[in-house]
């Protein structure tokens, strides 16, 4: 009896800080991951070479399979249709300004490739197979490296006529802020996001004597985030401004799209919802109508930090 082979899809999630590859089952089952840092600072062309090379390793040893293709989420907007991406990335080099990203690795991986934004794809699986499963109008955040999101609409994800909507990070929450890397000022990315809260620890007094010890950016975020949960009430008061940028990006995300839930993803983002849940459901009861209150939700995302390669693969399968 001839055994049929196993169809399954790639995952591919470039991260602002980490990339995550997956070999994913029909039934989204992942078969085999695998999770890096070296890319943040390579070429197209180099970070190209790296994927292959992963996908290669990943690959060895998988028995009778059948590749449909690949699904890959890029840190930043893209264009949809065209397969590239734009002028802005929360990668680090400077080359990534409209790169053939689909057409490049299509190229080198020898399958069909579809490009997508990182954050539409961690939503896409959210509201396939975790909290966004039983709504139907939905909006994903998440804070992480970068800030991001996806819009559902009818359980549909919602790319505008580009490719990029959902990019609340770049939503200006303060006109007079601090200047943001796509070329704006006042993004909710710039005071809210890890490259955000680098600059808040930089520039806050208090913080530059709490820290003087962490060596890292990501030691200072991490502990940063420790004093917090421990009610540190100076800390606390230092961070009152951006809590409240972040309640206004919520109140402008539920005035512009009345989502049944927003669903909070990213390391960063989940801690600051559980952290300041309160302070941000009371701006909100002040801003928006009872009926609408009543009727949003704010959910925390349930599939962890392969969500991105889930996310990847559902859209291959999708096609």
């Keep these: 009896m001839i055994e049929l082979a196993r169809h399954c899809a790639l995952g591919i999630d470039i991260g602002g800080t980490k990339l995550r590859l997956g070999l994913v089952t029909e039934n989204l089952e992942i078969l085999k991951c695998s999770i890096s840092e070296e890319h943040r600072n390579f070429t197209p062309e180099q970070l190209v070479d790296f994927i292959a090379l992963n996908v290669s390793k990943l690959l060895e040893n998988c028995g009778n399979i059948f590749i449909v293709g690949a699904g890959v989420g890029y840190p930043g907007p893209v264009d949809f249709k065209k397969g590239s991406t734009f002028s802005y990335t929360n990668l680090r080099n400077s080359a990534w300004e409209k790169t053939p990203l689909k057409e490049f690795l299509e190229k080198k991986l020898k399958m ?16 396939r197979i975790g909290a966004g499963k039983n709504f139907t109008n939905a909006v994903y955040l998440t804070i992480s490296t970068g800030t991001g999101g996806a819009i559902f609409i009818d359980r549909k994800l919602y790319r505008g006529s580009l490719g990029s909507a959902g990019e609340f990070g770049h939503m200006v929450v303060d006109i007079n802020g601090f200047s943001c890397k796509c070329g704006n000022t006042g993004c909710l990315m710039s005071l809210l996001s890890g490259l955000g809260l680098e600059e808040f620890i930089n520039r806050e007094p208090l913080c530059k004597n709490l820290f003087l010890s962490d060596r890292t950016h990501e030691d200072c975020v991490r502990k940063l985030f420790d004093l917090l949960s421990d009610q540190h009430p100076k800390l606390l008061k230092a961070i009152e401004p951006l809590i409240q940028y972040l309640s206004v990006a919520f109140l402008n995300i539920i005035q512009i799209l009345n989502p049944e839930v927003i669903i909070v993803g990213g390391s960063l983002g989940k801690r600051l919802v559980n952290l300041f849940s309160h302070e941000i459901r009371t701006y909100l009861s002040e801003h928006l109508p009872k009926e609408v209150i009543e009727n949003t939700y704010i959910k925390e995302a349930e599939l962890g930090e392969y969500g991105g390669v889930i996310g990847g693969a559902i859209m291959v399968f999708e096609s």
């Design 112 to 127: 069909p490739v579809l490009l997508d934004n990182d954050a539409n794809l961690v939503g896409l699986a959210e509201m």
